[in-house]
């Protein structure tokens, strides 16, 4: 695809995406009363004192059944629960979708998640949850290059839930997400559930008497699901061809060269893949960085109608801005992200923190012409339109494939651009030999 076609095409779907996502919206979500059988007084809940996820050790075996584990099975039914959000509708599924690589925005063309409350639209598109087990928690660590440091790790796009269990009960008390106005209204609706003797079994017959202890424990189980080697089975034609089970077609391994490439592609630069060691495990396709990569502003999204609202990342709004080291100035992390895994990448609907985008090959044509054809993505300006001119220094210049002279021109051909996705697409799970 052309960049010309490229930027016609994002942007004219961007600009009807409310008019043609709304009706979709008014009738994605159910109704319902959760009940009263547990108190859903407001509940103080220490997510900061949640277990950190165990380490996910060993070679994972290729199989698509997966047994769970006891709490893990609670996890999943608690997962796809569309009773706990108000109106009822919505569940942890409805954004993480399985066959989508556990990312979705619940039916929305908005390239963000639709909430449970009808009009309600959110700000970021949803991560994949898949292989989310092995994200480190949030910290500054010394930069590959040996220069300074770095922000890695953490969930969400900003990285300000170090566990899963953490992360997992933010959407049940988010307005634009689950919409529940406490913890004890979530509490409540799982005690009424027909897995509530399975939860019982698993944190004690007094558990929900106290909303706070309960609904640290939905994170528990939550967590515990998401650990399971249901959302992180190694079984892509990628993994398979690193144990020597299968083989690329030449445009894969083509595109697989380009990944690689330093001086070309660099994706590996970030999403980091090592397939000569014979391990999946090795090949991650994330080093949990942050980067500000300059993607254009999608005016689908409510809040960017308001041109003085802009969404930074590490610097907020959905965080305050992280404290880092002496000699490292704060204001140096706004507008950065967290580099998502590139695994069942080819499965998802939308692309970058904002949603964007919608089919790979903008992707990766934004990476070859960003430098080269700044009109093409932010207008006549050519300016970045996503980021305050204040932290326009942030945008990452120095790696390929941004480290380029406009008069270069783009960094790949077309046809580079379509075997760099056409390897991407093995990085789907479920893969079965011919």
Same mark, same amino acid.
Not at 154 to 180: C, H, I, K, Y
């Given at each position: 695809?052309?960049?010309? +076609?490229?930027?016609? +095409? ?6 009807? /995406? ?23 007084? +407001? ?121 899963? /269990? ?106 980091? /893949? ?161």
């Amino acid at each position: 695809m052309h960049p010309h +076609s490229v930027e016609s +095409s994002w942007r004219q779907r961007a600009r009807s /995406a409310t008019l043609i996502g709304l009706a979709a919206l008014l009738s994605a979500c159910g109704d319902g009363d959760p009940g009263s059988t547990v108190s859903a007084a +407001s509940s103080t809940v220490d997510l900061a004192a949640l277990d950190a996820p165990a380490t996910v050790t060993g070679p994972v075996a290729a199989r698509a059944t997966v047994p769970l584990s006891p709490l893990a099975q609670l996890g999943q039914q608690i997962f796809n629960d569309s009773n706990l959000s108000v109106p009822r509708g919505t569940s942890c599924a409805s954004c993480h979708t399985p066959g989508k690589g556990f990312a979705d925005n619940h039916g929305g063309n908005f390239g963000v998640a639709v909430g449970s409350l009808p009009g309600s639209i959110g700000l970021r598109n949803s991560l994949s949850n898949a292989y989310s087990a092995r994200t480190p928690a949030f910290g500054f660590v010394p930069a590959a290059n040996g220069q300074g440091v770095i922000a890695r790790g953490g969930l969400f796009w900003d990285g300000r839930a170090d566990t899963l /269990a953490q992360q997992a009960l933010g959407p049940f008390l988010e307005p634009s997400e689950m919409n529940n106005p406490n913890a004890g209204a979530v509490v409540q609706a799982v005690a009424q559930a027909s897995y509530a003797p399975a939860f019982l079994a698993q944190f004690g017959n007094s558990v929900f008497s106290t909303p706070a202890q309960a609904f640290a424990a939905i994170g528990q189980a939550l967590q515990a699901f998401e650990q399971s080697q249901l959302l992180q089975p190694f079984t892509s034609k990628y993994d398979a061809v690193v144990r020597q089970q299968a083989s690329f077609t030449p445009a894969e391994q083509r595109g697989l060269n380009l990944f690689l490439d330093r001086q070309r592609g660099n994706c590996a630069g970030c999403h980091r /893949a090592n397939p000569a060691t014979g391990n999946p495990l090795d090949s991650p396709f994330t080093d949990f960085s942050y980067m500000a990569t300059g993607v254009p502003r999608n005016p689908a999204i409510p809040a960017n109608a308001n041109p003085a609202f802009f969404d930074l990342g590490l610097c907020g709004p959905k965080r305050a801005t992280p404290t880092p080291p002496a000699g490292v100035d704060a204001a140096s992390l706004c507008g950065k992200f967290r580099m998502p895994s590139l695994r069942n990448v080819a499965l998802r609907q939308r692309y970058m923190h904002n949603g964007v985008f919608s089919d790979l090959h903008e992707v990766v044509a934004f990476y070859s012409t960003r430098v080269s054809n700044p009109q093409h993505w932010y207008g006549p300006s050519g300016v970045p339109n996503d980021l305050p001119s204040a932290y326009l220094g942030n945008l990452e210049t120095q790696r390929p494939p941004f480290n380029r002279r406009a008069a270069q021109g783009p960094v790949l051909t077309q046809a580079e651009i379509n075997d760099l996705v056409a390897f991407m697409g093995t990085l789907s799970d479920g893969y079965t030999a011919p």
